[in-house]
């Protein structure tokens, strides 16, 4: 499925862009499911934000019961200062999260491709299990950062195994807030493990090295249907859309089943089926 080079790139650059991942049919068909979902969320009784800034809570059991649903959050900046929504409701959703793969129809069928199981295999793993997976909007004029992270934060395994698929569902512009990486970062530290006790959870800082500058940092802008996949360790970031475009993305996080996960991470499989690309 990868070239040799790409295997190189994604060896020494943490990171490998594989365009025309996805057809132009599914992403269609993504964004109308996604679209179908939050028309159908009743929304009354679950006003939760959905913010990188403040990882460290107590009891916050609408996002910790996502794991193995499939749940709206809206923007950090969706609602005025009287509570109202600042434009229209489908222009407010940060994510949808985090068991579209197992529990959505549509998802459940468009995360598990061959194509994308060789990629992982291509990549040194033995036995991919899709762990999570999250629709994300990044909305017009209110699409929020993500702060500079490394996804085996919340993906820890031993060895490190957490590979994330990032499919642009829509065009990545710098104007719309494309992701931002930092090529070669995945030879660092990781940094941080965001932690689980009950229904607590908190940010342990493993390592103080900074994050990258933006100097440091390439944006990927990205047609609709590339794939970009990235290690675990490969610090990643994306600025908030102050465009007039979403800029939609649709991402799988995998770890290796030869590798053990950590009791300690927020997002465990109890009730559901842990499975690969082609189970
Ligand atoms: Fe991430």
Redesign the pocket.
Known sequence: MLTPTQQQTFQQQGYVVIEDMLPNAQLVEMQARAAEIIAAWDDEANRHIFSTHDNNRSGDDYFLDSAEQIRCFYEEEAFDASGKLVQPRAQCINKIGHALHELDPVFARLSRQPAFGAVATALGMQQPQIRQSMYIFKQPRIGGE?NW???AT?FYTTPSSVL?YWFALEEATLENGCLWVEPGGQRGPLRERFLRDGDSTTMAVLDNTPWPTQNQGVPLEVSAGTLVCFHGHLP?YSAPNRSAKSRQAY?LHVTDAACAYAAENWLQSVHLPLRGFTD
């Open positions: 993500i992270h490394q996804d919340f994330t990643h991402t």
